[in-house]
């Protein structure tokens, strides 16, 4: 049974940082691109970043870059997503995606809200 659980969703102040995981199971890890997502209310769901099966490639949404940084354990089978200097406007629900040809694969999503 495939399963992405993500964690580390949190309430932080503006400026603050929060490290969220995905961890995986079900499915073969490593052979996966691995994507954070987010959405909030009314709006489509926007990719965050991404990175390759290797981890050797990222992406970021203009947003973010320099901000957060995405990154993979393929021994833990567990995905991360950093986020530093926190913006009210980062406050969103945060997928993570696992997806290879003609599997995708979804989390429940952690709600993140930033506010003073």
């Known amino acids: 049974q495939v399963q992405l659980v993500e964690s580390g969703g949190g309430l932080v102040q503006p400026g603050g940082s929060l490290r969220l995981s995905c961890a995986a199971s079900g499915f073969t890890f490593s052979s996966y691109a691995m994507s954070w997502y987010r959405q909030v209310p009314g709006k489509e769901r926007e990719l965050v970043a991404g990175?390759?099966?290797?981890?050797?490639?990222?992406n970021y949404a203009h947003s973010v870059k320099g901000r957060f940084t995405i990154s993979r354990d393929n021994g833990k089978n567990t995905v991360y997503l950093q986020m530093n200097s926190l913006k009210p406007e980062d406050t969103a629900v945060y997928y993570c995606?696992?997806?290879?040809?003609?599997?995708?694969?979804w989390g429940q999503g952690t709600q993140v809200t930033v506010s003073s």
């Open positions: 995606n696992a997806r290879a040809q003609k599997y995708d694969y």
């Open positions: 990175i390759t099966s290797t981890g050797r490639t990222t």
